[in-house]
């Protein structure tokens, strides 16, 4: 709590106080001794950085009894914000209604937003369209950029509310909508599936003289995307109508062929990319490469990973882990480790998935001792072993008839406080099944120490 009786003392007592002790060492730099009156930025801060909205009230209080200091819009924004944190719009709307007095002003845009997105939070619909009203009250004309803040909000809530919203509020009063109206409106038609009145927001704007530019386009391609095949087809089309796609069009339009297994296209697409100097991000080729990989086509998947590298595009360990992935599904798990090495020297760290497919790779092919190097050196470069790497090593031993060497694995995991699923355990029990050999007398014991952890488990 601020001792609001000693308002008038150096600056320093208020900054040194427990309430502030963080915010002092963060601002006492820019104070001086010889400089006692604060920035309003420095009391902006203090008064966000109160744990309650009474201290903030408080602290807002104290500042306006410093010699030489008067409040501004961006203290008053401030403490507004704190205010509707929690929810004291009584409070704020006071505060409100003192600032043509106290500083000569009305309360500016930022402050009505403020107050916008804190009724929004709060999900107080009804006094958010009555948002308007509250402006007007202070014999000024709400702006576009107050509209757009309560209609932003109307959306998120319902859509149907936020139309009727710019039909009759801002429309009706003959308020111009701006990009950022017809966008936000886009998002929430979109987010909603309602495709066929974007396309009727799209040709008003049209209609208008008003070009909808990419973020609007993009929008609707997004959505367009996820209705399926149709709908990907009519994004190509809308594509065709725009002046500016950009790299977030191409990752869109990319995703969508590849989820749809139609690689050609994928690839179409990524090489216009290429062309517009446009770099896939690392979703978008992580999409690529996989579906290269699912259809056996690692090598060019390759061909994609060193193009995107060399256009100062992002790789990261999952497009790695992807494309190693597509190698030992092709049973080239040599070549596959060559890539880790290769990721290694780039400066991007391997995970346990990456040794995990690695290691399912050399129990495929049946290259059991390099599995076992593999499962070695995870624990050399400090990579932990999970569940998945028990469980493939595991069940690749004993399938190829290691056994003793999948019991030995067995036991690691036990120490190690990992307890056998069910399903690691059915594929040992067969295996122990299939080898009758390796069942004799000597090897019974190991045989009970494994039922009686079933039964433990």
């Known amino acids: 709590m601020l001792d609001l009786s000693n308002s ?16 002092f060492h963060h601002q006492s730099r820019c104070i001086s001794s010889n400089t006692p009156v604060p920035t309003h930025e420095q009391i902006s801060h203090l008064i966000l950085d109160q744990k309650s909205p009474t201290e903030a009230l408080q602290t807002f209080r104290w500042a306006s009894k410093l010699p030489h200091f008067t409040h501004t819009q961006s203290t008053y924004r401030a403490l507004v914000h704190k205010l509707c944190t929690f929810r ?33 939070r709060a999900r107080m619909i009804r006094q958010v369209v ?46 111009k909508g701006d990009m950022y109206t017809y966008g936000i409106l886009m998002k929430g038609l979109c ?16 209609n208008k003289g008003v070009t909808p530019n990419t973020v609007i386009y ?105 494309l190693i992935k597509g190698f030992c599904k092709l049973k080239k798990v040599k070549a596959a480790v ?22 399912f790779g050399f129990c495929e092919v049946g290259l059991l001792d390099s599995a076992l190097d593999m499962f070695d050196e995870m624990k050399t470069v400090g990579i932990a072993w999970n569940l998945m790497t028990y469980d493939t090593l595991i069940g690749g031993l004993c399938s190829r008839g290691r056994i003793e060497d999948g019991y030995k694995i067995m036991e690691i995991m036990v120490e190690k406080g990992n307890v056998p699923d069910y399903v690691l355990w059915n594929s040992v029990v067969q295996s122990l099944a299939r080898e009758s050999t390796w069942l004799g007398n000597e090897n019974s014991c190991i045989v009970d120490d494994m039922l009686e952890w079933i039964l433990e488990t």
């Open 338 to 359: 060559r890539f880790l090495k290769e990721m290694e020297m780039k400066g991007c760290l391997p995970n346990a998935e990456t040794y995990n497919v690695l290691i």
């Open 8 to 23: 008038s003392k150096n600056l320093s007592i208020l900054f040194r106080s427990r309430t502030n002790h963080k915010l």
């Open 130 to 175: 009555k948002v308007p009203d509250l402006v007007s009250r202070f014999k000024v004309t709400p702006t576009v950029k107050i509209y757009n803040s309560i209609l932003d909000v109307l959306v998120k809530e319902d859509i149907d509310i936020a139309r009727g919203f710019y039909r009759r509020k801002m429309m009706g009063c003959g308020v």
């Open 191 to 206: 987010l909603t599936n309602r495709i066929s009145d974007g396309f009727k927001l799209l040709q008003t704007m049209k």
């Open 88 to 120: 004291h719009f009584d409070t704020a709307h006071q505060l409100l209604d003192e600032m043509p007095t106290s500083i000569g002003l009305p309360p500016d845009d930022d402050i009505f937003v403020t107050i916008v997105r804190g009724l929004g």
């Open 218 to 322: 993009n929008t609707l391609l997004h959505a367009l995307c996820k209705t399926g095949k149709l709908g990907i087809g009519r994004a190509r089309s809308l594509m065709n109508e725009m002046v500016e796609p950009n790299d977030v069009t191409f990752n869109i339009l990319i995703t969508a062929y590849c989820k749809a297994e139609n690689i050609v296209q994928a690839l179409v697409m990524l090489e216009k990319s290429f062309d517009l100097e446009f770099v896939p991000d690392v979703i978008t080729l992580t999409k690529v490469i996989k579906v290269l990989c699912d259809k056996d086509r690692a090598m060019e998947a390759v061909e994609v990973l060193e193009r995107v590298e060399k256009k100062g595009g992002e790789i990261d360990v999952v497009v790695y882990n992807t």
